[in-house]
């Protein structure tokens, strides 16, 4: 499966000077949040691909005016063809508004998610806005990851955690990709980075072990 996230930062090549190389043969476009409406509206009409968000602190316009054609996967598990996509958006809380938590309100969120999780026995991707406490994040409150999120993909291991909120422009010498402990994938998303997920990465459609959830999509796929 052929992916690009994008976050923070729109790309020029992909919004100024719209180079169609770049979003050539993809099947998803994934935002880790911080991206104005137009640009994710622009990026799913020009790549002609699902693109699935999740807010970052600067998308209190999504009230009024969500990306059209996109889909808002806060606080769900989306099935993409056997992809199973937990999304988290959101950064520490640093000050009053929307689209930031402490660490036990994002502790809350993920206990409310694991009935949805349990549901698809498992997930294979984390779609979040910031990273995970201690691995590519910073020590100012702003800029801090989320410690509840290194539990969390140490107990399910998905093959890949996708965040943005650090961004390229802050002169970080960070590695775009690291390795949890957990053997899970991190990947800073800020502007773009292209990238494949193969077969072996997640179960076939309506394979997932869970045979509730599996028996289910049986069944929707007669009607």
Known sequence: MNVMVVADEPAMALWDYYDARITAGLDLILSCGDLRPEYLEFLVTMANCPLLY???????????????????????????????????????????????????????????????????????????????????????????GFACFNSLIEQYRPAYMLYGHIHASYGMSAARETLHPSGTRLINGSGYYRFQIGDGEYPREGKTGSALYDLYLALKKRN
Not at 110 to 119: G, L, S
């Open 54 to 144: 999740v807010r970052g602190n600067h998308d209190g316009i999504y009230d009024s005016r969500p990306p059209e054609g996109c889909v808002d996967i806060d606080d769900t598990v989306y099935d993409f063809h056997g992809l199973r996509i937990l999304g988290l958006g959101g950064s520490m809380r640093y000050r009053p508004g929307g689209d930031m938590y402490s660490e036990r309100e994002m502790e809350s969120r993920i206990r409310r998610m694991r009935r949805r999780i349990a549901m698809k026995n498992g997930f294979d991707l984390l779609l979040a806005h910031a990273p995970a406490r201690g691995f590519g994040d910073l020590e100012d409150l702003p800029h801090r």
